[in-house]
C-alpha cells in the first residue's frame, strides 16, 4: 500500500497516515497479520518525523486495528467486534447522521446520496455481517 499524505493540509498528518490504512483494511488492500512498514521507514518515505508515524500506529493500535511484536513490528489485526451490535449501531448511525448533514448542505438529494453509497460500498470487504444482517 501507497502511503501519500498533504502537509498542507487541515487533517493533522498522523490522522492522515491512520485513515490511509482505515481505509486499506475495510477496502482489503491490506490483509489481516499483514505487516506495515516501521515507523523509520515509512517515516523516511513520507519525509515527516518518526512520532508522527508512531502517533497513528498507536492510535490504530487502541481501536484494535493494528497490533505491535516487540522487535518485529506492526500488523494489521484480525477484525473484531469488541461492541455490542446494539453499541455498533449507534456509532454508525452517528457517522451516518454527519454524512448526510453534510450530504443536505453540499446540495444533494436523498437519491443521489443513496446512489453514490450504494456505488461506493462495492468497493469494500463486507464480512459475514453484511449477510442477513439488518
Same mark, same amino acid.
Given at each position: 500500500?501507497?502511503?501519500?499524505?498533504?502537509?498542507?493540509?487541515?487533517?493533522?498528518?498522523?490522522?492522515?497516515?491512520?485513515?490511509? %490504512?482505515?481505509?486499506? !483494511? *475495510?477496502?482489503?488492500?491490506?490483509?489481516?497479520?499483514?505487516?506495515?512498514?516501521?515507523? #523509520?521507514? @515509512?517515516?523516511?518515505?513520507?519525509?515527516?518525523?518518526?512520532?508522527?508515524?508512531?502517533?497513528?500506529?498507536?492510535?490504530?493500535?487502541?481501536?484494535?486495528?493494528?497490533?505491535?511484536?516487540?522487535? %518485529?513490528?506492526?500488523? !494489521? *489485526?484480525?477484525?473484531?467486534?469488541?461492541?455490542?451490535?446494539?453499541?455498533?449501531?449507534? #456509532?454508525? @448511525?452517528?457517522?451516518?447522521?454527519?454524512?448526510?448533514?453534510?450530504?443536505?448542505?453540499?446540495?444533494?438529494?436523498?437519491?443521489?446520496?443513496?446512489?453514490?453509497?450504494?456505488?461506493?460500498?462495492?468497493?469494500?470487504?463486507?464480512?459475514?455481517?453484511?449477510?442477513?444482517?439488518?
Amino acid at each position: 500500500m501507497e502511503f501519500r499524505i498533504d502537509p498542507a493540509g487541515r487533517e493533522p498528518i498522523y490522522r492522515q497516515i491512520a485513515e490511509q %490504512v482505515r481505509e486499506g !483494511v *475495510a477496502k482489503g488492500w491490506l490483509a489481516p497479520h499483514e505487516q506495515l512498514p516501521s515507523s #523509520r521507514e @515509512l517515516s523516511c518515505i513520507l519525509v515527516i518525523n518518526p512520532n508522527t508515524v508512531v502517533h497513528a500506529y498507536t492510535e490504530l493500535e487502541r481501536l484494535g486495528i493494528l497490533y505491535s511484536r516487540q522487535g %518485529v513490528g506492526v500488523f !494489521v *489485526a484480525e477484525s473484531r467486534a469488541d461492541l455490542t451490535k446494539l453499541a455498533r449501531r449507534r #456509532r454508525l @448511525l452517528e457517522l451516518i447522521d454527519r454524512l448526510l448533514t453534510e450530504a443536505v448542505h453540499l446540495g444533494f438529494s436523498d437519491d443521489e446520496v443513496s446512489r453514490l453509497v450504494s456505488a461506493r460500498s462495492r468497493q469494500f470487504q463486507w464480512g459475514p455481517a453484511k449477510q442477513g444482517s439488518k
